[in-house]
């Protein structure tokens, strides 16, 4: 192992710790250790900052870059200096700050959530936002804006002028599409998925799913949580978690979206895992494979074929009398919501329109905090045609703002975006439907695994859409692909 | 603070990930993952010795002795000089290969215990002694035995002279005195205790005795290991496990046992958790806790007065028939077995007295460890008149050798020989019976909280029992206490 190695072996043990420490507040850790643990996390995210920031590794990777270098060795090479140009900028102190900030903030905005009082979360809101404008601002590049910034951690190569043509796009085709479904005579029942469902079979069907997808559980784990989530420490270790209420599709659906985020970590190659570039290439990338057999694979009629006789003998009373068919139109009924994490398919990137707006008033409009939950309301009414009534199923509904996640809500679209470019040029490849049909995923899974998951951070997510597809992002594959599916579904 | 505590607060950083490591591996991490977390758990562990053994602090714990320090300063210097020259001799390299070493070990010793094959575990037993030699080398003070550096580390101030001078006197009276009770015509029956006592409802028993005790849920954790433990992030971060059988007093007695350590450590002050001295005075002391909660409470009648109903409400079918007085001599059946921690309360320190005679060997006289199966039959015959038939109920069922845990065993019998002479102590103190009868044991707990745990490492074991019970160390009252307690229910 060369020195520069050794320098980013004790960072990336940091944040494997702190990784492990965030997967313990979210599953397990009891409810009065938030702050004293949020002490050790401080030192350690200052540790990793100062392991990062050392002058000496900046020359040690100088020298290397003289060298010859494996692929791997530049992957990590490139992250590190974007990395370390990162981290320069911002000042120890304030990174220590942010981090216990941040872990406070997640707790008042649990109970904010649960007492309906977004005043209570309000005022840590806003010390997130100026904490977040602050960093970003030390990270801008000449005359790059700050929203900007922040968009490029996530997804690089899409800044608020490509989003702006995405989301335009979908707000252009999308609501007006989503107002022809609402009117279509087409009524589909899905009463059934709501019932008594209890927890342990749920959890039972979670992991028969889970296993089939091929997530393995010698190499991962599956747990309960608030919020539903996807980690890993490496590659050898990928943890999910879920969420069970009575509608036996929030979790179902959950685990498999989360099943596909780990699918991603578990084919990262041994090679990259425990580096810098040893983690999906983007969040949008990692979205497009949570989104791809949450939605595109996982509500197709073709993947219920081998599992529904299972399904149905877990839950033989709650679906008597739900044959496949009508199992498959509950499971991708169209009905505009609340809750970005209960939506549909079709509505789920409106949801996310909706935080890229606000996002962008709030960094690039000093936007007040407090005229949030109005403006949420407001736009919830005019794209999905609903108002929330409490903040819980408003502004309150989704951890990232409270952990200072800022530019992260978009990659959420974009991902279902680059999943539905992938699936028409896959189209061309394999026969899905046949594939499914005969119980085969694995097949589709390591296709993937094969132009995706094992290149980790070598390649970016446009660079992947390109080698994979033969052209760069397009998001008319994804207007396409709803517009027919679900016209289809609805008569239009 | 100061630049030495914060050299220490990063310390202590490293240790606290590595406990939270430890308790993951233990509970819930997916098989797999053991080598690959291995090498974060190594990284994170010279890290912790670097900051330890960096000459700069050194010189600003030697500038601080100058200035007026706090009582908790004190303690902590104390403790970091004595770590410091520990870590000192040992060379980083071989440090880190040991954290390695010993997480690989503890999971080739799971295996090796389930296929009963202690050949698959000698080879890096072996490994594991011959580091602990190296570091006890290292660590010797001029003409000190190994194994006395071994016990030093977990009980200061008891070495093999006065351990020889212990356990000589447990073998004296103890052992014949097992002979008259294996004599006596008192036969109690205790055939209840194993039965179909299903896991959620033992589980029902535990949080409900666990809570009764005093254990915080709101700063703790229950969860489920193989191996019953205690350990702690800080005192607002305490956490127990046990496991479940078909034997409810095992499952019962090992959450008492660990709520004895828990509550040690969520009483220590708020000014000493996070620090070198914020943990119990010594491993001896700890047991004494725990098992004078497990045995000199917990076995009492008095404790089960307000508690028994409530286990009858829990377990009405299995335990239909049985009253209190029954139930309490069943769980004080003397009945030499082969598992240490199913051992019951007057022959557990012989259990323990093998292991330090059979680890004198092992250390002292380079004894090969293919001679410990046999040995160890050979002793449990001689002492308990039960001989292992399978590694797994013999040589391999604690993992403390597989962690290098060697000179950890005496602690044991240390603790139980502590806490019967506090008991003997406080009984001019308080009247044990009518407080636990009256379901006050906040008294006992408070009184314990008082005179010991609130110091953490600020008072060795030593002084603890001299300042509580005006004298030293006094190993008759254990014998006197058993010798009392299992006469007058064998009639002896």
Tied chains: 1, 2.
């Excluded at 100062?50 to 692929?71: C, G, H």
Aim: glycine share 6%; aromatic share 12%.
């Amino acid at each position: 192992m060369k020195e520069w190695e050794k320098y980013l072996e004790r960072a990336m043990a940091c944040q494997t710790a702190l990784t492990l420490f965030e997967w313990d507040n979210e599953t397990l850790a009891p409810e009065e250790a938030g702050s004293w643990t949020a002490r050790v996390q401080g030192t350690l995210s200052e540790m990793y900052q100062e392991v990062m920031t050392d002058p000496r590794l900046t020359e040690l990777i100088e020298e290397a870059e003289k060298e010859e270098l494996t692929d791997v060795q530049r992957a990590v090479i490139r992250e590190a200096k974007e990395e370390i140009r990162k981290l320069s900028c911002i000042p120890p102190e304030e990174y220590r700050a942010f981090q216990e900030l941040s872990a406070e903030s997640t707790r008042v905005w649990a109970k904010a959530r649960e007492s309906q009082d977004f005043e209570a979360f309000a005022p840590i809101l806003e010390k997130i936002i100026s904490c977040q404008k602050c960093f970003a601002a030390c990270q801008a590049r000449e005359g790059q804006k700050l929203y900007d910034v922040m968009l490029d951690n996530y997804e690089k190569g899409f800044d608020m002028e490509k989003l702006d043509e995405f989301f335009g796009m979908l707000k252009e085709e999308l609501v007006p599409f989503l107002h022809q479904v609402r009117e279509s005579r087409v009524r589909i029942s899905d009463e059934f998925l709501k019932g008594d469902y209890p927890e342990e079979k749920q959890r039972e069907l979670a992991e028969y799913v889970a296993e089939y997808m091929g997530f393995d559980f010698h190499k991962g784990v599956l747990a309960v949580s608030a919020h539903p989530f996807t980690t890993n420490l490496h590659n050898h270790d990928v943890r999910i978690t879920t969420h069970y209420s009575d509608r036996m599709d929030s979790s179902l659906f959950s685990v498999i979206h989360e099943c596909g985020h780990a699918l991603y970590e578990m084919g990262i190659g041994d090679e990259l895992t425990q580096t810098l570039a040893g983690q999906g290439a983007s969040m949008g990338m990692h979205e497009s494979q949570s989104r791809f057999f949450e939605n595109i694979i996982g509500r197709k009629e073709a993947f219920w074929i081998p599992l529904y006789s299972r399904v149905k003998e877990i839950f033989p009373e709650q679906l008597k009398g739900v044959g496949r068919e009508m199992f498959v139109k509950a499971i991708n009924k169209v009905e505009p919501g609340l809750i970005r994490t209960e939506a549909d398919e079709l509505t789920y990137s409106l949801h996310v329109m909706i935080r890229y707006e606000l996002e962008k008033l709030l960094i690039e409009e000093d936007l007040d905090v407090r005229e949030l939950p109005q403006l949420w309301a407001d736009k919830y009414e005019e794209y999905l045609g609903v108002r929330p009534t409490t903040v819980a199923e408003g502004v309150l509904q989704d951890i990232h703002w409270a952990q200072g996640s800022f530019g992260y809500f978009p990659s959420y679209a974009l991902g279902s975006a680059f999943g539905a470019q992938m699936y028409e040029y896959m189209k061309g490849q394999m026969d899905f439907d046949s594939l499914l049909a005969r119980g085969e995923i694995g097949v589709i899974r390591e296709y993937l695994r094969e132009h995706i998951h094992r290149y980790g951070k070598c390649r970016t997510s446009r660079e992947i859409l390109k080698e994979m597809t033969g052209e760069d992002f397009n998001p008319a594959c994804y207007v396409r692909y709803l517009k027919e599916k679900y016209g289809k579904l609805y008569q239009i």
